[in-house]
Every structure is written in C-alpha cells, then in structure tokens.
C-alpha cells in the first residue's frame, strides 16, 4: 500500500520529514539559495559581519570575484549584468563596506540594472547602538533602491533572496539590498528546506502585457503619420526586443533616434538610424524630434540630457510613450497614448496591426540630406596633435564595431557615444543617468567575465580612470584581456569645456597636469602599457594594443583644447544647437 | 492644491518612513499624515493631506506610490463622496468666571471636557477640518493654552453619487 504524505502522518500520528533535519546556518542557506538562482559569480569584499557567509562560501563555492574597493564590485557587477541580462550579486560587510556600495546602488537605480546587493550588518541585538561598523544601510539605500530588505528572521532567507532576485530582474529592472545581521547567518535553519521559488508579492505586479486599444490607438496614429520618429532607450535592450524594434522600424518606414542608453539597440550603420539625440546627439536626430508629428518612445525616459528644455521639446509632435513602468509616462512630457508594457510585447502586438499605409519617403529623403550636411566633425592637423575622436574612430575600426565598449561620463563617453558605431546589442556599458566616474573600468572587468570571448574596451578619461584604477589588480590576477584606453587631457574635460563655454574660460579646479606614469603604472600590475602621443602611432599601436590577448592599458595624449560638438546648451531647446558645423 | 489619498500599505517595519522618503524625494509636502492598521492587523491604511501643484504632479505621486512594493493600493479620494474625521485637543484657559459661556459655546460641536484644572479645561473634539478650525476660532478668544491635532482620517461612502468627477487617470 503506497500511502501520501498526509496520510502516513494520520497513521503514525507524527509529522514525516522526507529529509533528515541537517544543520544549516542561515549563512549555508544563502549561498545554496543563490545556486538556486545559478549565480555564477558574487563581485564581493569580505568583513567582520560577513565572515559567516564567507565561511559557507568557502565550504560551498560560488565564483568570486574579489575587487579591491567594493566600489569597484558593484561596477563590476553592473557591467556584468548589463552585457549578460542576468542580475548582478554583490556582498559587502557592514558600515564602511556598506556605505561604499552606494554609488554603485544609485548608478544601478538610475540606469535600471538588475542587482541583488549582500551586505552585512551587526547583530540584531545591537542594531541601533552604534555598534563598530554599523550603519543604518536601509534608511541609506532606501531612495535609490527598487527595495530592500533586512532579515530579521533565519526562516526568511529564502523567501527574501527569491524575492529580492524576482524584483530586481522584472518589470523595470533595479537594485535590491539585503542586509544581513551576522546573528542571522549563524542561527541554525530549522525550517524544512522548500525548492519553490514561487514569490508571492500582492503589491508588485508589473504590466507586460499591452492595453489592446492603445495599441489600436497607436497604429491608427503610425497610420496617419507623415513625419513618425521613434526613440527607442534602454527598455528595448532590457526587454530584449531589438529584432522587434528593427522589424517594426522597417515595416513602417521609421526613422529611428537613440538615447545616450539606448545605443545598440539598433544597428549603428542602419539606414532608418538618425544617430544619438540629446545634448551631444546629431544634429539630425535632435531636428527630427522637433519636426516629427509622432513621437514613439520605446523603453526611454524623457531624460533632461536627451529633452532639452521641455518647453521647446518636438512641439508639432503627438506623443505615443511605451514604458513598462508607468510612472515614467507622462513624468516630464505630456503623453497622448500612453501604454504600460514590455518593450517586445508592445512592439508584436503593434506588428499585429495589420499593414502600413503611411508613407514616410519625404521625410526619410530630407533625414537622409541632413544626415549628409550635418555629420559629426573636427578638426584634425598635425600640430593640434592627436584628438579623442580619431582614436575612437581607429578602435572603431579595429573592432569592427563588435567590441563591448565602457565609458565613464563625460566628454570621453560622448564622443565613444558620437563615433563607436554598435553593431550588437549589450555591447554598451555606460552610467547614463547617475553620471559616475570610476564606472567605466570595473564595469569592462564585470563585462569581459560575462562575454569571455569578446574583445571588452574600456574607454575612460584620465581623471574618471584614478578614481577606480585600483582594479588594476583584478587584471593582473585574472589575465583577463580588457583593453583600458586613456583619453588622456590632463584634465577633467566636460568640467574643462563648460568652464571655458559658461564660465569666462576660468578653469577652476579642472586641470590636472601632475599624473602618475600611466604606462609605469600598468607595469607596476604586470600588465602592458602603451603610450600614444601622435595620429601616426595610434594608427600602428592602437591596432597592436587592440589585438592582443592580454589586458593593455594605452595612455592617449590627446589634446585638452577640444569640446563635445555639437552641444544643446544647458536650458535651451533641441533646435538651438551649436557647433553643428565646422567653424 | 489639497488631495486627500489613502494608501494600503503591507504592515512591516520602515513602510511608512519608505512611503514618507519616496513623497520627500519627490519633493512633496506633506500636510498631514495618520497611520493605523485595518480590520487585517498585516494591512495598515495611511491617510495623506497632501498639497500639489498640478494634476501632472498628482499624478506622479500616486504612480510613484503605487510602485512601491509594499503599497497595495492608492487611492485619491479627494472628489469622492467621503467621510473625514480628525481629533483635535485644546486646554483653553477657563477661569470659572466665563466657564459656563465656554460650555455653552463648545456645546453644538459636540466637544467633551476630558480634563479640568484651577484655570484651565481640556477638550476633545471630533469632525471634519472645517469644524475643528471653526472650534478653534471661536475659543481663540480665551486664550488657548495648548492645541494638539491628529490630522485627517477618512472614508469613502457606501454609495457614490454617479458622475463624481475623477481624474482620468483613476477612472
């Protein structure tokens, strides 16, 4: 006789536990939970309140990689998670650990990167006594995380980390913290094990799915449209819709505009492409949005650096904003037909709505004439010496724009943005809208372990790069073959050509001419330097340099008098951009 | 302009302090706040009095709360059928000279005395904002020594009238 489980418990009148009760700390719990959610690798930094959950780690592995600041982890994992799409597992300690996540917490939120962040924290029993390295960590992470969790009870471990792992990579993806009190760790685990991953969240339940009358609503629109424009972020890369999007652009004849986040989730050399819009955008892109009479927002935002002055923004055009977050919609530009659901989703069921009968051959062709009239330019000479652009072009060629690109923020990042042509999607790993220094390097180290085989640049300026160069040492300890590109201009650039733009040419604080030898640095980490101080030994060095198997570091001197061009200046509209043409 | 908005919220620590840092981080302000768990002790209910500047700020403020994983439901009830009710405590200086006329003024509000002194009597009174300011403005006069109020609380009423108008974004 084969009885169940319930009624063997009525025969022998005791529970039955199929499994032996073993004796698993909270901390054994953790990490099996993370094997679980297949974490292949924790970016992490080990402390006092951690040392249980290192202790398991050790006992159990998971991959780990140990940064040299944790601020360097929880870049790392952020580019791990942007080029792979799974979330990025960062652990700290508590306090100082803690407290030096949280740039990388706000970079995560800002740009939507899925991470689940580990930190340690005191005993429960002395929680709020200012114990040695506590820090209220979830009063501090609370604005700028999707949300975050302490855990107050061992039996809670695996709810809370499915649940973390379930809201940092669904709906808009984000960050989660966990905070870990060290008493939590090394309680036993009493509660039989469960393999459910089930969540149950009444309150986070995000749309997919589209509203089917404004898809009507919206396809009536493209219809009717003579002058369409798409602006496609980040959402169709986290959404993973880029075949959707280039179907859809071709279907109905749409030119297509990038966010600065956006970038490679179209063909970089497409011919619907209009380039990158915004501040440093092209031209082309920046007057498309002021003339279009239908604006589709994919997956953006409506950033301040990509809008201009609201006032001003695309005034003739009726406004379709698809956006798995609703509170993005109608935040900063007044939305006609708003709908809340996944980038993909959104986009077949508009693919559904039968064929076009728009007809966008006069708008495409004057696209077409400004994209030739109004190219990206500088100026190039012998005695202006080796200008950032002509290196970003070479690396363009060199890789054929295949190779995962990282940046920093400021002029480096735009004129990567200007001149790298992507044609892969996730090959773009940048801090759009927290705007971090010291992001770019450790982000290309997370990058190159989630895509070992590609060719991972980090392209960084020379004051972004010391900020996070520390993570030197993964390079000589890994081998692995990022390629670290210096835009070297002894200064700190975009501050630099603001100041010289906005400020009467009074460059306060913003030149750095005492440097370390960049070159003696690298070799100081057993890694290749290169110096590259003219046009004619980019050409030949960078080309070794790029095609090496080992991590290079390449220290361009490049010239500190050059701006980002064109430039919407701060609190004018898109249509009242400078530098378009060669002066 | 004034909202009033409820927001069912799961009952754990730090859920009020997220919902009050989301509203500070966005740059609300916020007029009055009561908190109190429901007839479910895991679901709490907070009533806002919340001044905003436009109906587009309104409404980020109920998308940005009703993103918040522990909110289960926002609500604006402002232009609803609804009942509102605060508490308010005054001790109003109240010699027994005039203490007959107080007691004949405060008794349509239907106030109480819940504590008396040589000089001074404490009263509880309950109702609608507009009430407890026309309670307030009429003891003014004999000096109010201390004045403490809980803020709103709120309800919508079994039966609307058809046609209250909504924003569009709640309909």
Redesign the interface.
């Known amino acids: 006789m084969k009885l169940t489980v319930e009624e063997a418990e009525q025969v022998y009148e005791e529970p039955i536990t199929t499994k032996a009760p073993r004796q698993l700390n909270g901390a054994d719990v953790f990490i099996e939970t993370l094997k679980k959610h297949q974490v292949e690798v924790i970016f992490g930094y080990p402390g006092g309140a951690v040392l249980p959950i290192y202790d398991a780690l050790y006992k159990n592995p998971i991959k780990h990689i140990l940064a040299r600041h944790e601020q360097g982890a929880i870049h790392a994992a952020e580019g791990y998670a942007r080029v792979s799409g799974k979330v990025g597992v960062v652990i700290a300690t508590s306090g100082p650990g803690a407290t030096n996540l949280v740039t990388g917490i706000a970079d995560a939120m800002m740009d939507s990167i899925p991470l689940v962040v580990f930190t340690g924290q005191v005993a429960t029993t002395v929680i709020g006594t200012d114990a040695f390295q506590e820090a209220d960590i979830?009063?501090i992470t609370?604005?700028i995380t999707?949300?975050n969790y302490?855990v107050k009870d061992v039996a809670d471990f695996p709810r809370i980390i499915n649940e973390a792992f379930h809201?940092a990579s669904t709906g808009r993806p984000g960050p989660v913290v966990v905070d870990i009190p060290k008493n939590m760790a090394t309680s036993l685990f009493v509660t039989p094990e469960e393999n459910s991953q089930e969540v149950n969240?009444?309150?986070?339940q995000p749309t997919t799915k589209p509203n089917f009358l404004q898809i009507q609503k919206a396809a009536q629109a493209i219809s009717t449209a003579k002058q369409p424009l798409i602006l496609a972020g980040a959402g169709v890369l986290f959404a993973k819709a880029t075949n959707e999007l280039a179907v859809f652009a071709e279907k109905y004849q749409i030119p297509i505009t990038n966010t600065l986040l956006g970038l490679g989730g179209i063909e970089g050399n497409h011919p619907l492409f209009l380039g990158m819009a915004g501040m440093h955008g092209t031209y082309t892109a920046n007057m498309a949005i002021q003339t279009c009479d239908l604006l589709i927002n994919v997956g953006a935002r409506f950033d301040d650096r990509l809008t201009g002055n609201l006032n001003y923004f695309a005034p003739n055009a009726k406004v379709v904003h698809i956006d798995i977050?609703?509170?993005e919609i109608?935040?900063n530009v007044?939305t006609e037909i708003p709908i809340v659901a996944d980038a993909k989703e959104a986009l077949e069921a508009l693919l559904a709505q039968g064929s076009p009968n728009g007809n966008t051959a006069a708008w495409l062709e004057s696209l077409n004439i400004s994209k030739e009239q109004y190219p990206f330019h500088y100026q190039a000479s012998e005695e202006r010496g080796l200008l950032p652009q002509q290196v970003l072009e070479l690396v363009h060629e060199y890789t054929n724009g295949d190779a995962v690109v990282t940046t920093d923020v400021g002029q480096h990042q735009m004129w990567t943005a200007q001149y790298y042509k992507f044609t892969q999607p996730h090959n773009w790993v940048t801090s759009g809208g927290l705007g971090t220094m010291g992001f770019g390097f450790p982000a290309a180290i997370g990058a190159q372990l989630a895509k070992p085989n590609a060719k991972v640049v980090s392209i960084v300026g020379d004051a972004g790069f010391q900020m996070t160069l520390q993570e030197l040492s993964l390079l000589q300890e890994l081998r692995i073959p990022v390629k670290v590109i210096i835009l070297n201009n002894q200064a700190l650039g975009m501050v630099r050509q603001w100041q010289e733009t906005f400020h009467g040419e009074r460059f306060s604080q913003s030149l750095i001419p005492v440097q370390p030898d960049f070159v003696k640095l690298a070799e100081a980490y057993d890694i290749k330097g290169y110096k590259i101080e003219t046009f004619e030994d980019a050409k030949v060095l960078l080309k070794e340099a790029l095609e090496s198997d080992e991590p290079v570091l390449i220290d361009c001197r490049v010239v500190q008098k050059e701006s980002v061009y064109p430039m919407v200046a701060p609190g004018k509209g898109l249509h009242e951009m400078i530098g378009v043409k060669p002066e | 302009m004034k909202r009033i908005i409820t927001v069912t919220?799961?009952n754990q620590s730090?859920v009020l302090?997220?919902v009050t840092?989301?509203l500070m981080?966005r740059q609300f302000n916020i007029e009055s706040i009561t908190v109190g768990h429901t007839e479910n002790p895991e679901i709490s209910k907070m009533t806002f009095v919340v001044n905003v500047e436009d109906e587009?700020k309104l409404?980020?403020l109920l998308?940005?709360l009703?993103?918040?994983?522990?909110?289960?439901k926002v609500n604006d009830i402002t232009e609803k059928q609804i009942v509102v009710r605060e508490l308010a405590l005054l001790k109003v200086v109240s010699p027994p000279a005039v203490r007959a006329e107080i007691n004949s003024i405060i008794e349509p509000f239907r106030a109480s005395i819940i504590d008396t002194g040589k000089n001074v009597v404490t009263f509880q009174v309950t109702g609608s904002p507009e009430k407890i300011d026309a309670f307030i403005d009429l003891l003014k006069p004999y000096g109010i020594k201390e004045l403490t109020r809980t803020g709103v609380t709120a309800f919508v009423r079994e039966t609307q009238k058809v046609n209250a108008p909504q924003l569009s974004i709640l309909k």
């Open positions: 979830i009063g609370q604005p999707k949300h302490q809201i969240l009444p309150g986070y977050d609703p509170a109608g935040k007044p | 919220v799961i730090g302090n997220r840092g989301l981080k587009q409404e980020q998308k940005q009703q993103k918040q994983v522990d909110v289960l």
